[in-house]
């Protein structure tokens, strides 16, 4: 799988507040993001980030609901929204 390119095909509603974001590079700690997966079972993951690696191949997530901290891999296939909406 490449890893510039997400492993979902969801669609976007570019009027939407919510962009797309290509490359976690993109991304500041604070942001508010939600990431979209294959898995059906937790399909839509939202939260601030809270850290990434220098070369952007890594995500600390501080999830919304309580669901804590937790890190997230950009190669395993995540499509990322900039939440602009979010305080």
Do not use: C
């Amino acid at each position: 799988m490449d890893p510039a390119q997400p492993a979902t095909s969801y669609p976007v509603d570019w009027h939407s507040p919510r962009k797309e974001i290509t490359t976690w590079r993109d991304l500041a700690p604070g942001d508010a993001v939600v990431l979209l997966t294959s898995d059906r079972r937790n399909a839509r993951i939202s939260g601030r980030v809270d850290d990434l690696s220098t070369d952007g191949s890594f995500l600390w997530l501080v999830q919304d609901n309580g669901a804590g901290r937790r890190l997230f891999h950009r190669p395993e296939g995540y499509t990322t929204l900039l939440d602009s909406t979010a305080s």
